[in-house]
């Protein structure tokens, strides 16, 4: 029996040992935690979206490329016309951020080459050089962009005539700050005629030619007493014949 007994006693000691060390290893309960070491400072800087404007202020309303399609406009004149309500009429115009030398530089540009709108409270135009009487409106464009674009108009009158046709090519590539824009513009009208409209002109009151008129030389006074009696009447001006 004794014998029998040690056999049985070892695998419930060699089972119980594991636990036994393993509520060894733990800390006591209410023992208090090391404090943790602070890490290091994150510093999170950003940068200001591409072709934005000089300052701080932010824009009033932004336009992103989808709500300008939204609009239903087909170049940056249409665009800037449609948005008038918005500015109070005609704003400042910038382009990528920038001054331009002309409206007429980008006003025939599409639509589809506009990446975001900005619209700007007029405190802007002072960081430009303008007065602060008008609305700023920021346009700026895709970075890669290219398109060619053309147009046919033909026209007429109502009773006939005048037939008139217009033929406008385009080219258009932009790549970042960098832009060509060539325009090719065609148009022609046929002549219209009095006689093809039924107008009778009434004959002027004094003699008249392409070439020129005779007149005496005393204002008022008759060419010629012959001429004069061979018209039966005082002659003082007659058509160069």
């Known amino acids: ?30 023992a ?10 994150i510093i999170v800087t ?39 309500p918005q500015t109070n009429g005609t704003p400042i115009i910038l382009l990528n951020g920038k001054r331009i ?9 599409p639509s589809e080459a ?14 430009y050089g303008y007065a602060p009487t008008q609305k700023v409106v920021n346009i700026v464009l895709r970075q890669r962009f290219r398109a060619e674009n053309g147009e046919f ?9 005048r037939e008139n046709g217009e033929v406008e ?13 060539l325009n090719l513009e065609y148009s022609r009208a046929a002549r219209l005629l009095e006689s093809e409209r039924d ?17 005496s030389t005393v204002q008022g006074a008759e060419i010629d007493p012959a001429l004069s009696a061979l018209a039966g009447q005082s002659v003082t001006v007659a058509a160069v014949p």
């Not at 030398?101 to 540009?109: A, G, K, N, V, Y």
């Not at 090519?169 to 824009?181: E, K």
């Open 46 to 84: 950003g940068q200001p979206q591409r072709g934005a404007v000089i300052g701080e202020i932010e824009a009033e309303q932004q336009l992103s490329s989808a709500d300008v399609r939204a609009l239903g406009v087909t170049s940056i004149s249409e665009l800037i016309t449609e948005l008038e």
């Open 153 to 161: 108009k033909l026209g007429t009158t109502t009773e006939g005539g």
């Open 1 to 30: 029996m004794r014998r029998s007994a040690s056999v049985f006693l070892l695998p419930m000691m060699m089972g119980a040992a594991p636990g036994a060390l393993l509520a060894q290893d733990q800390p006591p309960r209410g």
């Open 169 to 181: 090519a385009g080219i258009i590539r932009i790549r970042g700050d960098n832009r060509f824009t």
């Open 114 to 127: 506009v990446a975001r709108v900005d619209i700007l409270p007029e405190q802007v135009a002072l960081s």
């Open 199 to 215: 107008i009778v002109t009434t004959p002027a009151n004094r003699p008249y030619a392409l070439a020129g008129n005779v007149t």
């Open 101 to 109: 030398s002309s409206f007429s530089e980008i006003r025939d540009l």
């Open 32 to 41: 208090p935690q090391e404090a943790m070491d602070e890490g290091e400072e």
